[in-house]
């Protein structure tokens, strides 16, 4: 089977922080990483080839550093890698973001299966797997918690809340992954030597036939008009004091007013 | 068309098994706001088979009208023929604005509206409004909520957002509100590609205070496991989880995956209240970044208190059941 | 002049980096209070192929290299000195001289199942009355009057490794009257007649490394299993600690880098007199004087690592690294418990026990004392 895996090459959160001066993100020493969700996906994919065999092919939007994040999925085990990048694709929205990975799955053909992280830590969307299965009018399964691939349909289960719901698609499908689903392998010495031999593709727009006003900035409806730090809370503490009738009445007032109930 | 020809605000009013997903009354609370501001209709989409019985309650909580579609094809929720019926609906009335509650079922259809309706789609909104320029925006939380953002749809129609769950009051349902009931009928049918198994309760829930909104932790100060219980109880009626300070685990009455500080969990709750906690600094690594941080404890040195915003000095054994009776009180 | 590693090597240190944050990290206290042996993570690694990072492909490695291997060991041992030194003992020390002396029968039968991850090693030079006075050696190896074995009584101490090692590489005396030109060494699989291994040593760091005594009783040693001509083990020993020193040069490096990153974090959070200790310059003054050893000591480290992989005599180089490495991590320990105050000499953080697995590092393969006699030797002759 032929399965296209999608990956994100994101910023540690922990080192994420704005520039007090420009308000802008700081780039300056921020560790990129694959994002978590989308090495669940890989595992999966990889467990299922070494099931049913045949190829798993890695796919990443970004720029020409994200090659690094592909690297990494190769020595993982995936057979082949695809960078997505031309400058056309910069300050793409899921929308045109989503465009532009389904123009690089039509171009592989052939896929049985597509797998996306359930969400990137960068943006925080989960929207980019359910918009490819649109572009590609392919059913779809998000958050799931298990699969399994059985007579052409895929198997998950999905945690929602305190119940589990089981659903199955038939193939070629797109499912997005949470992390329950499996622990990810990490690369091995030898597949990281060997990862540079493997196939590796880069494609920009026009070796994918992608329509440049569907792709980057002039393909996003949404734009971030401005970002923020979170109000940091003062920690001067409000003491509470009285009968302890009144100061749990003053208390569950309060975090009314604060929207905490 | 001109986005301006564009009108109206709607609220996807998102059913299973013939009942109302609880935040649709949320977003139809905050769609009062957003009418203050641009005079539009508020529109309640409903679709399933057989659900006109919950059209009045969605007017009860703020809609002016309901639009509703009854389709066996809609029966049980599946992503192609919701997509489709929605789109229809959209393409023919054309909303200026589109929210959804950013439930799983919620960020599984937007998405794909975004593609065939060629717009903008906010991913799990903690605010909406207009902003100095008039434009309407949606706030919303990235790499892991240390940034947000504001984001602008300002060309494409309708500007749709998923809307965080819990953040907006719902309105009290006023059977006195009057509105339009609308029947509608789409285009569909049943996805043969996509089937649900199974609905069943999850009998494997494993405990990650990490992902809890809200967490009553107790500290050393806590004399007895019934104790723990009634923390347990109050936990419930937040909906969050209880967490522990070390020597808790130490003795054995909690598990690993309940310790909260340097050597157990870090935790970010919205809502942390700390009884009996002393705060070590092992401690107060693993909490100290939570939104709002309530301490108990009966010393007035004890170090959690500056951490704390609201402190409390006194005895959990009083506070404990005062809480909960307060919080069992305003829910009744 | 290029200070860039390559891509392979970022990657690979990378992995490991990541690894050792999520695997290995969070068994470290356990490893140290307990003295466990990390029995699975060991496993993991052996899968990971660190094992075989030094060595190439026809030998069950991985072709990484030197350089990549080293950073490896550093990496891990930022979190757990136990665990990298299981790494070097058996990469370094137990491999490096099958793969330099042995045989291709030797090779096929310990080097390439070490290098896969299926076999760990173990490597026995010191004697209860002979560390750095290697020509003390008491254990002798008497040949049989047929020529197809040795008879091998005595034994060795101070081994790392030793109750979880699958083979070990052993020196002894085949002629007592030639002093060190009379050492020979062999390697001997853990389940030859003869051969007990004692339960662990109860010390003061790197806790969890299984070290242990052997002891020999009328062990028989097939011929084939000598490593080298008779007479050449002492030759073999200390080459194969010139590579070694390279290992904990690189271990102690790495304690070092960790003891910085918990002190970091600590320094950032901690308050007192109003204001987190970060703010007072004593704290600033102090850890810049941590990181810029550490950084030296890491570039000492890559450069001796550089050389034996390129093929330049590195016997020096490795000596410096050792021993300003050790020296560093002691310090930088030493310095990280000072900050932490009263919290770092708790077992609640782990600087103390940082502290504690850092002074091994000045002590084995090779005292701080024996680098300082390998250093000064060159220096004295005018080569610098």
Same mark, same amino acid.
């Given at each position: !089977?032929?399965?296209?895996?999608?990956?994100?090459?994101?910023?540690?959160?922990?080192?994420?922080?704005?520039?007090?001066? @420009?308000?802008?993100?700081?780039?300056?020493?921020?560790?990129? !990483?694959?994002?978590?969700?989308?090495?669940?996906?890989?595992?999966?994919?990889?467990?299922?080839?070494?099931?049913?065999?045949?190829?798993?092919?890695?796919?990443? !939007?970004?720029?020409?550093?994200?090659?690094?994040?592909?690297?990494?999925?190769?020595? !993982?085990?995936?057979?082949?890698?695809?960078?997505?990048?031309?400058?056309?694709?910069?300050?793409?929205? @899921?929308?045109?973001?989503?465009? @532009?990975?389904?123009?690089?799955?039509e171009k592989i053909g052939d896929y049985d299966l597509l797998l996306c992280g359930r969400l990137a830590t960068d943006g925080d969307t989960a929207q980019t797997g359910p918009a490819l299965a649109a572009w590609l009018g392919l059913p779809q399964i998000t958050l799931a918690s298990s699969l399994a691939v059985e007579d052409g349909w895929v198997i998950c289960d999905r945690k929602l809340g305190d119940m589990r719901q089981r659903v199955k698609a038939k193939l070629p499908a797109v499912v997005t992954v949470t992390g329950d689903l499996n622990k990810p392998r990490y690369a091995t010495a030898m597949g990281l030597m060997k990862a540079g031999k493997k196939p590796f593709f880069t494609w920009d727009a026009a070796a994918m036939e992608a329509d440049t006003s569907k792709t980057g900035m002039p393909g996003s409806p949404s734009s971030t008009k401005g970002v923020f730090e979170p109000e940091k809370r003062t920690t001067d503490t409000k003491y509470l004091s009285g009968e302890m009738v009144d100061i749990v009445k003053e208390l569950v007032d309060s975090l009314e007013a604060e929207h905490l109930l | 068309m001109a986005k301006e020809d564009y009108k109206g605000i709607w609220v996807f009013a998102e059913q299973e098994h013939g009942v109302i997903e609880p935040t649709v009354f949320e977003l139809l609370g905050k769609a009062q706001d957003?009418?203050?501001?641009?005079?539009?209709?508020?529109?309640?989409?409903? &679709?399933?088979?057989?659900?006109? /019985?919950?059209?009045?309650?969605? +007017?009860?909580?703020?809609?002016?009208? *309901?639009?509703?579609?009854?389709?066996?094809?809609?029966?049980?929720?599946?992503?192609?023929?919701?997509?489709?019926?929605?789109?229809?609906?959209?393409?023919?009335?054309?909303?200026?604005?589109?929210?959804?509650?950013?439930?799983?079922?919620?960020?599984?259809?937007?998405?794909?509206? &975004? +593609?065939?309706?060629?717009?903008?789609?906010?991913?799990? /909104?903690?605010?909406?409004?207009?902003?100095?320029?008039?434009?309407?925006?949606?706030?919303? =939380?990235?790499?892991?909520?240390?940034?947000?953002?504001?984001?602008?749809?300002?060309?494409?129609? =309708?500007? &749709?957002?998923?809307?965080?769950?819990?953040?907006?009051?719902?309105l009290e349902a006023d059977p006195a509100r009057t509105g339009e009931i609308v029947k509608e009928t789409v285009q569909v049918e049943a996805d043969p590609d996509y089937q649900v198994v199974e609905f069943v309760p999850d009998e494997n829930v494993e405990v990650n205070i990490a992902a809890s909104d809200v967490i009553v932790a107790g500290g050393r100060g806590i004399k007895s496991e019934?104790?723990?219980?009634?923390?347990?109880?109050?936990?419930?009626?937040?909906?969050?989880?209880?967490? *522990?300070?070390?020597?808790? *685990?130490?003795?054995?009455? &909690?598990?690993?995956?309940?310790?909260?500080?340097?050597?157990? *969990?870090?935790?970010?709750?919205?809502?942390?209240?700390?009884?009996?906690?002393?705060?070590?600094?092992?401690?107060?690594?693993?909490?100290?970044?939570?939104?709002?941080?309530?301490?108990?404890?009966?010393?007035?040195?004890?170090? +959690?208190?500056?951490?704390?915003?609201?402190?409390?000095?006194?005895?959990?054994?009083?506070?404990?059941?005062?809480?909960?009776?307060?919080l069992k009180n305003r829910k009744a | 002049m290029d200070f860039k590693l390559t891509e392979q090597q970022e990657m690979i240190r990378d992995m490991v980096r990541e690894f050792a944050e999520a695997e290995i990290k969070p068994l470290a206290k356990e490893v140290d209070e307990k003295h466990m042996f990390p029995v699975e993570t060991v496993k993991k690694m052996q899968e990971m192929g660190l094992f075989g990072l030094a060595y190439p492909e026809e030998y069950g490695g991985s072709g990484a290299g030197q350089v990549a291997y080293m950073l490896a060991v550093e990496e891990i041992a930022k979190v757990c000195g136990t665990t990298s030194v299981i790494l070097s003992a058996s990469e370094s020390l137990a491999s490096w001289p099958i793969y330099k002396f042995g045989t291709e029968e030797q090779k096929q039968k310990w080097l390439v199942p070490q290098c896969k991850g299926?076999?760990?090693?173990?490597?026995?030079?010191?004697?209860?009355?002979?560390?750095?006075?290697?020509?003390?050696?008491?254990?002798?190896?008497?040949?049989?009057?047929?020529?197809?074995?040795?008879?091998?009584?005595?034994?060795?101490?101070?081994?790392?490794?030793?109750?979880?090692?699958?083979?070990?590489?052993?020196?002894?005396?085949?002629?007592?009257?030639?002093?060190?030109?009379?050492?020979?060494?062999?390697?001997?699989?853990?389940?030859?007649?003869?051969?007990?291994?004692?339960?662990?040593?109860?010390?003061?760091g790197i806790c969890g490394s299984s070290t242990c005594e052997l002891y020999f009783d009328n062990m028989k040693v097939p011929v084939e299993n000598r490593l080298g001509a008779e007479g050449k083990g002492f030759g073999i020993a200390m080459m194969t600690l010139d590579g070694g020193r390279i290992g904990i040069a690189a271990q102690a490096t790495g304690i070092a880098l960790g003891a910085i990153e918990e002190t970091v974090k600590y320094v950032n959070e901690r308050v007192q007199f109003g204001k987190p200790l970060s703010k007072f310059q004593n704290t600033q003054f102090t850890l810049a004087d941590m990181q810029t050893r550490a950084d030296a000591a890491h570039l000492l480290m890559l450069r001796a690592a550089w050389a034996e992989e390129a093929g330049v005599p590195y016997t020096q180089f490795a000596a410096r690294a050792k021993l300003f490495a050790a020296e560093t991590a002691s310090y930088v320990t030493n310095r990280a418990v000072q900050l932490f105050g009263g919290y770092g000499y708790t077992k609640d953080f782990p600087v103390e026990r940082m502290m504690r697995d850092a002074k091994i590092t000045e002590i084995y393969e090779g005292t701080s004392e024996v680098q300082r006699m390998v250093i000064s030797g060159s220096v004295l002759a005018g080569k610098g």
């Open positions: !089977m032929k399965i296209l895996v999608f990956v994100k090459q994101v910023p540690d959160t922990d080192d994420v922080a704005l520039d007090p001066k @420009t308000g802008n993100l700081k780039r300056e020493g921020v560790q990129s !990483m694959l994002n978590p969700n989308d090495a669940n996906a890989v595992e999966c994919a990889l467990q299922l080839k070494e099931k049913f065999g045949g190829t798993v092919c890695a796919i990443s !939007m970004g720029p020409p550093q994200a090659s690094r994040t592909l690297k990494t999925v190769l020595g !993982m085990g995936c057979d082949e890698a695809y960078l997505l990048s031309d400058r056309a694709f910069g300050g793409a929205d @899921t929308l045109a973001t989503s465009y @532009t990975l389904s123009k690089a799955a | 957003l009418q203050a501001h641009n005079k539009e209709e508020i529109v309640a989409v409903l &679709m399933g088979n057989d659900v006109d /019985a919950l059209a009045p309650e969605l +007017i009860a909580r703020g809609a002016n009208k *309901v639009i509703v579609v009854n389709d066996p094809a809609l029966a049980e929720y599946s992503a192609r023929p919701y997509q489709a019926a929605l789109t229809q609906l959209v393409e023919k009335y054309k909303p200026s604005i589109l929210l959804y509650g950013a439930t799983p079922l919620g960020r599984d259809l937007a998405p794909r509206l &975004m +593609i065939t309706l060629d717009t903008g789609l906010t991913a799990d /909104a903690i605010d909406l409004g207009y902003d100095e320029d008039d434009v309407f925006y949606q706030t919303t =939380p990235a790499y892991g909520g240390k940034i947000l953002a504001h984001i602008v749809i300002l060309e494409k129609r =309708p500007q &749709m957002a998923t809307v965080h769950c819990k953040m907006f009051a719902p019934d104790d723990l219980k009634k923390l347990q109880e109050l936990a419930d009626l937040f909906g969050g989880q209880v967490g *522990v300070s070390r020597p808790l *685990v130490d003795n054995g009455w &909690m598990p690993h995956s309940r310790q909260i500080g340097q050597s157990g *969990v870090t935790v970010t709750p919205r809502l942390m209240l700390n009884l009996a906690v002393s705060g070590s600094v092992q401690y107060t690594l693993g909490m100290q970044k939570a939104g709002c941080i309530v301490a108990v404890n009966t010393s007035a040195d004890a170090p +959690i208190f500056d951490f704390a915003h609201y402190g409390i000095v006194g005895d959990y054994k009083q506070f404990v059941p005062a809480l909960i009776e307060e | 299926e076999k760990l090693g173990a490597f026995a030079l010191t004697e209860p009355a002979a560390g750095t006075d290697a020509a003390m050696q008491k254990s002798r190896a008497v040949l049989s009057e047929d020529g197809t074995y040795y008879t091998v009584n005595g034994s060795k101490i101070f081994i790392t490794n030793a109750e979880y090692a699958d083979y070990f590489i052993i020196f002894v005396m085949t002629n007592p009257e030639l002093g060190t030109k009379g050492i020979t060494a062999f390697v001997i699989d853990k389940d030859i007649e003869g051969l007990t291994i004692s339960k662990p040593c109860n010390k003061m």
